[in-house]
């Protein structure tokens, strides 16, 4: 099949359905300049159809309808296919522009490779890759918007989260040692009850436990900030909400003498000079983590949380790891 649309719209494949899947899906279904062309994932249209429709964490109900494998919703037609491996995919009549993998499986750029047979502009990983393929996070380094390459991840939630700060403290002062913890809502890769897992501590029942984890995110800054490598720590925890997220940061400066009036005044002028309102703001709301849901923002920082001593700063960003990355994706969509 092929799906019809305006040569000046941006046409957008989709390989993987779960939370970024479904989430992006939505955001491209109310944009007049994309077009979203294709879907796959391994489950059957009608379960996609029906997680699609109802939504257990924006409790939303989604107008969508299915003729045959061609999914209708909005202005969009989107061919939807079930396939395993992407070698299966039948893409080749639909004129891709860009295709997104956020399947959770293949994340080796040897895999994304196989994409290229559908001649898109550009293959974007939902998250780290396993091996040395190269991240941009072009709304944090814009002057890498011109020098995308065909295949690269595009970071993770919550290295969205950290990389504008760091980026900050790292062009306004001299950092001695940069630390943030990713407090994160549990995610599939771990079990609703303890049942057996390659990592025992998911193992563990996901709702019911504060759970030490890893982070990719750290991978991230590091090679985007090569020359911090050795001054970035981090740690991770999962804890029982099933969206919504933050990150507390603790930055040892030389020579900070800042109070924290000057301190946000300075934050607020730089994310102006780098257009980053709607990557990063802040409120003196005594925000909580379901008050996120939603909100486009990868960086809202709580003003309540900032604390300055001497020249150790600390502070907490909240972040919908849903919605935000899904924002990140869009606006390269529209700079493309």
Not at 214 to 222: E, F
């Amino acid at each position: 099949m092929t799906v019809d649309a305006s040569p000046k719209k941006l046409r957008i494949a989709i390989n993987g359905f779960g939370r970024i899947g479904r989430q992006l899906t939505e955001l491209i279904s109310k944009s007049n300049t994309l077009d979203l062309v294709a879907i796959n994932d391994k489950m059957p249209l009608e379960t996609a159809v029906y997680l699609y429709r109802y939504d257990s964490v924006y409790h939303l109900k989604r107008e969508i309808s299915v003729h045959l494998d061609v999914v209708h919703m909005a202005h969009q037609r989107i061919l939807y296919s079930d396939k395993q491996s992407i070698l299966d995919l039948a893409w080749e009549d639909l004129q891709i522009d860009v295709i997104v993998h956020a399947s959770g499986v293949s994340m080796r750029k040897e895999d994304l490779m196989l994409y290229q047979k559908f001649n898109p502009k550009h293959i974007i990983l939902s998250q780290p890759s396993i091996d040395d393929l190269p991240i941009y996070m072009p709304q944090i380094f814009p002057e890498t918007w011109t020098t995308l390459p065909q295949i690269f991840s595009m970071g993770s939630c919550t290295s969205y989260c950290v990389a504008p700060l760091l980026k900050f403290f790292q062009d306004h002062f001299e950092i001695k040692h940069f630390i943030f913890t990713s407090v994160h809502c549990y995610t599939p890769s771990q079990n609703l009850h303890d049942s057996a897992h390659n990592d025992l501590r998911r193992a563990r029942a996901a709702a019911q436990n504060i759970i030490p984890t890893s982070t990719s995110a750290t991978k991230v800054l590091q090679f985007l900030f090569p020359e911090l490598q050795h001054k970035i720590s981090s740690s991770s925890y999962r804890v029982p909400v099933i969206n919504g997220s933050l990150t507390e940061i603790h930055v040892l400066l030389r020579d900070f003498n800042l109070n924290k009036a000057d301190f946000l005044t300075l934050l607020q002028n730089e994310t102006k000079k780098n257009n980053w309102e709607h990557l990063l703001s802040m409120t003196d709301d005594p925000i909580v983590s379901s008050d996120m849901l939603s909100r486009s923002e990868s960086c809202l920082i709580d003003i309540h949380s900032l604390d300055i001593r001497d020249n150790l700063v600390s502070l907490v960003s909240f972040y919908d790891n849903e919605a935000s990355y899904c924002h990140r994706l869009m606006e390269l969509f529209l700079k493309i």
